[in-house]
């Protein structure tokens, strides 16, 4: 069973070292040193901020990664998301948060989100897949804009518009999973 509960400061050290573990930071578009004081500010300012949310991944309530919403555009209706899994998990639905992501942000009504966008570096082939599987198109890419280990890397630029979601979202529509709120975690 998946659930989402909100990211609190108790979680820091964690995602911190999730997210500098080498498997996970090859496929993230910036590098992080592990500086906790660094970490604690991060978090300090995304808390606060109404523009992003950001979920602890729990698989049957073991803490297994990290979701997030960001550079949320009300006006606009637009937003940016990611995702990475720090523990391997014990069932095959790691591949499905997606899905119960989408199925969750674009029913919240005071969202009311047209479209997500991302960005995914040319070696997360995987999550390009994905990408396309769920409907995603590709609007562009930024050649040679990440350098690593001496090496450029093209960043492949994805959207979902809701429309082509929900078109598509019948055959997921069982996919839905609990997602803690701002309010229901005190913030």
Not at 164 to 185: G, I, K, N, P, V
Request: glycine share 6%; net charge neutral; hydrophobic share 40%.
């Amino acid at each position: 069973m998946l659930n989402f509960r909100r990211m609190r400061e108790s979680d820091l050290h964690k995602v911190l070292d999730w997210r500098v573990k080498p498997d996970i930071a090859q496929f993230m578009l910036t590098e992080v040193a592990y500086d906790m004081e660094r970490q604690r500010r991060w978090f300090e300012r995304i808390d606060a901020s109404p523009n992003d949310e950001y979920w602890i991944i729990e698989s049957d309530r073991t803490p297994v990664g990290v979701l997030s919403l960001s550079e949320i555009d009300r006006t606009n209706r637009h937003a940016t998301w990611g995702l990475y899994l720090g523990e391997k998990m014990n069932t095959p639905v790691g591949g499905m948060i997606p899905v119960y992501f989408y199925n969750y942000v674009f029913a919240r009504a005071d969202l009311n989100l047209h479209k997500l966008h991302g960005k995914v570096l040319e070696n997360n082939t995987s999550m390009l897949r994905m990408h396309e599987t769920c409907g995603y198109r590709q609007v562009g890419v930024h050649k040679d804009h990440v350098l690593r280990d001496g090496k450029f890397m093209d960043v492949y630029v994805v959207e979902l518009l809701r429309d082509t979601w929900l078109a598509q979202a019948r055959r997921f529509a069982r996919h839905t999973a609990e997602f803690e709120t701002r309010a229901a975690a005190g913030n």
